[in-house]
C-alpha cells in the first residue's frame, strides 16, 4: 500500500512538472528525459531515505512528465504558433483556429483527443503484445513492407491535394507540382541534415530535428503572420460543447489517430509526426476540430505504446523509453499477464493523464483569456525571437542555419497555397530510402 501510494504521489508530481514543460516552446519531452537522466544521482539521494525503490519512483516520475507533456505542449502550439517535434502538425489548424477567436477551443479538443487515445492505448496494450509477439509475430512483416506504405502515404497525400483557386487542368497541374516539389525538397533537406551532428553551446541534450521542424512549421508560419498580419479576433472561452454528430465524428478521429499513431510506434525511425500523415490521410476531408483531436491522440498513444513495446520487443523507440531502460530492469513479456514493471508504470499514465485533461483545458482557458492583451504584432516578432532563441540554446549556431533553410521551404507552400503537411517529406523521404528493398 505504502508504494502504492508513492506512486501515485509521484505521478502527481510528474503531472506538475509536465504541465509547465509543456508550456515551454519547442521543447521535446526525449530533451527532459536526457535531462532527467543526467541528475538520476540527485533523485536517488532523495528518494533513498524513503524507498528501496527509487529507480521505480523515478521511472514513474519520467512517465508521468512525458504524458503530461502531450496533452499541455499544444497551449504553445496554438498561441504562439510553437511546435515541438511530435506537434508540428498540430499547430497549423490550431492556430487558425486561435486566429478565428478559437484557441480555447482548439486546446480543449487536442485534449479530448489525448484522452480518448490515452482510454483506448491502455486497453490496446495486450492486444498489441498478441499481434506483434507470441504467438501471431507480426512485427517483421509490418517492418518489410515499412516502404511500400510509406510509398502509399505519399502518394495519397499528393492525389488527395485540391487547387485552391480554380478547378481547370492547369490548376490541378501546377498544385500537384507544387506539393511535390515541397515534399522533395523538404526530404532532400532531411536527407542533408538529419545525420548532421549539433551541439547545444549550454551542454544540452541536442536534436536537429528541433530547428528544422520549428522552421518548415513554426517560424515559416510566423514569418507569414507578420508579412501579411491577420488580428486575433477576441477569444471565446465559453467551453465548447459537442453536438451528437460531431461526437461519433470525435470518436472517428479518435480512433484513427489512435490506430495510425499504433502503427507508427513499432517502426524504428518514425516519428508521431509521420503517423499524423497517416492518420489524417486515413480520416480524409473533415473540419479543423477534428484534425486536432486526430493528431493529439496520434501524440499522445505513440508515448503510451512505446512504453508497451520494450517490455513486448525490448525495443526503445524514444528518448524517454530510453531513459527507462538504462534506468530499471526490464524484463521480457512472454506470458499473457503484463510484467508487474509494466503495470506499475501504467499507473502514472492513468493517473496523470486523467488530470492532465482538466488541468490541459484550464491553463488553455486562461491564456485565451489574456492573449488579447498583447498586440498581435508584438507576439508574433517575441515568438520569432523566442524560437530563434530556443535553437540556438539547444542546436548553436548549426541549429540556427538549419531554421533558416527550413524557414525558406516552410514558406514555398504557404506561398503556393498547398498543404503544409507535405514539409513531412524531411522525414518520410529518408525513412523510404532507409526501407528501400534490397
Not at 505513440?302 to 524517454?320: C, E
Request: glycine content about 8%; hydrophobic content about 50%.
Amino acid at each position: 500500500m505504502t508504494d502504492l501510494i508513492l506512486i501515485i504521489l509521484l505521478s502527481i508530481t510528474g503531472l506538475l512538472v509536465g504541465c509547465i514543460t509543456g508550456l515551454i516552446p519547442g521543447l521535446h519531452v526525449n530533451t527532459i528525459s536526457m535531462l532527467l537522466l543526467s541528475s538520476v544521482n540527485v533523485f536517488i539521494m532523495l528518494l533513498n531515505w524513503l524507498t528501496e525503490k527509487s529507480l521505480l519512483l523515478i521511472g514513474v516520475f519520467i512517465v508521468s512528465v512525458s504524458i503530461t507533456h502531450t496533452f499541455v505542449n499544444i497551449i504553445p502550439a496554438t498561441f504562439l504558433g510553437a511546435p515541438d517535434e511530435d506537434e508540428s502538425l498540430s499547430v497549423l489548424p490550431a492556430h487558425k483556429m486561435l486566429l478565428n477567436g478559437q484557441g480555447y477551443e482548439a486546446v480543449v479538443f487536442s485534449a479530448l483527443g489525448s484522452f480518448g487515445a490515452l482510454l483506448i492505448g491502455v486497453l490496446l496494450i495486450i492486444p498489441i503484445k498478441i499481434i506483434l509477439s507470441e504467438p501471431l509475430n507480426f512485427y517483421e512483416t509490418i517492418n518489410e513492407n515499412m516502404f511500400w506504405v510509406l510509398l502509399a502515404v505519399v502518394l495519397l497525400m499528393l492525389g488527395t491535394e485540391k487547387p485552391k483557386h480554380g478547378k481547370k487542368l492547369k490548376n490541378y497541374i501546377q498544385t500537384l507540382f507544387a506539393a511535390t516539389l515541397t515534399v522533395l525538397l523538404s526530404g532532400v533537406f532531411g536527407l542533408i541534415i538529419l545525420d548532421l551532428p549539433v551541439n547545444s553551446p549550454f551542454s544540452l541534450p541536442s536534436s536537429i530535428l528541433f530547428p528544422a521542424l520549428a522552421g518548415l512549421f513554426g517560424m515559416s508560419t510566423q514569418i507569414h503572420s507578420l508579412r501579411f498580419p491577420t488580428p486575433i479576433q477576441k477569444q471565446n472561452i465559453e467551453d465548447p460543447h459537442l453536438k451528437p454528430s460531431e461526437r461519433k465524428k470525435s470518436f472517428v478521429s479518435i480512433l484513427t489517430g489512435t490506430l495510425a499513431g499504433s502503427f507508427v510506434s513499432i517502426i524504428p525511425g518514425v516519428t508521431p509526426a509521420t503517423g499524423t500523415i497517416i492518420a489524417l490521410t486515413a480520416r480524409g476531408e473533415t473540419d479543423t476540430k477534428q484534425v486536432i483531436i486526430t493528431l493529439s491522440a496520434v501524440n499522445t498513444i505513440n508515448a503510451i505504446l512505446t512504453l508497451a513495446l520494450l517490455f513486448t520487443l525490448h525495443k526503445t523507440r524514444s528518448g524517454v523509453i530510453v531513459t527507462l531502460s538504462n534506468l530499471l530492469p526490464v524484463e521480457e513479456w512472454t506470458g499473457f499477464a503484463p510484467p508487474i514493471l509494466l503495470i506499475h508504470l501504467l499507473i502514472p499514465i492513468i493517473v496523470a493523464g486523467s488530470l492532465a485533461y482538466p488541468l490541459t483545458c484550464f491553463l488553455g482557458k486562461k491564456v485565451a483569456k489574456h492573449i488579447n492583451l498583447i498586440p498581435y504584432n508584438i507576439l508574433v516578432k517575441t515568438t520569432i525571437v523566442a524560437l530563434a532563441a530556443l535553437t540556438f540554446i539547444f542546436t548553436g549556431l548549426t541549429g540556427l542555419a538549419v531554421l533558416l533553410v527550413a524557414t525558406t521551404i516552410g514558406l514555398l507552400p504557404i506561398t503556393f497555397g498547398v498543404r503544409r503537411s507535405h514539409c513531412m517529406g524531411i522525414l518520410i523521404l529518408p525513412l523510404m530510402l532507409h526501407f528501400l528493398p534490397t
